[in-house]
């Protein structure tokens, strides 16, 4: 096994599968599939999820809403999304805990590194609610700091794309895909990994990152394997 504690991040987005807006039961089941498989390889996981399917702070800013009022209520939509998660996995017999940011002791512990890592110790599966717990931060910047605190091996952040393009393959057909890069070319060459916060505090840090399809069956397992897929930063 290649990465033996790995922090996945997943956007709040790909939890929509085909919907347009909150969480489709089958890209959820399909994501907590993909999960159990790398707990049973023997990987510790922690995961971070975004919020960005029900709300995003930005998005009501730009309505006219009060930018920290909205972040809080972003922060609030990644515990939802992590309560989803936790019932999927559960389902599946995989055990979890859920840590918020932000103290909601009824469905969730609060954050606390070491309990973190004790649960990852005994192979459970621990999801990090209400990112940094702060307004004006992103859950990008929630999953870089949370895979540095616990000393994660990486951070894997899942997309719809299978890896960082010299241009948006979304729009250009000929767009090429980088295998590997290191921060200093993502930086020369303004490509578009996570916002520059989290990607700053990575590199301080030096904590990899790999961005990939997670949307193809076997891929979360195949990079903890040690397989080249996606593109890796370092
Ligand atoms: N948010 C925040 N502080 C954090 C993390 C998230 O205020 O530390 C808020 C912010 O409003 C953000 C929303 O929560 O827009 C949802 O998170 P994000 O946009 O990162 O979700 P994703 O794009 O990954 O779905």
Redesign the pocket.
Known sequence: MKYKRILLKL???ALMGQKQYGIDNDRLMQYAQEIKKTVDAGCQVAIVI????I????SGAAEGMDRVQ???M??L??VINGMALQGALENLGVYTRLQSAIEMDKVAEPFIKRRATRHLEKGRVVIFGA????????????ATLRAIEIGADVILKGTRVDGIYDSDPEKNANAVKYDTLSFDEVFKNNLKVMDMTAFTLSHENKLPIIVFDMNKENNLLKIVQGDQVGTLVN
């Not at 990112?131 to 929630?142: Q, R, V």
């Open positions: 956007s709040g987005e975004g919020g960005g399917n709300f995003r702070g930005l909205g972040d809080y972003g922060m939509a990644t990112g940094t717990g702060n307004p004006y931060f992103t859950t990008d910047t929630a």
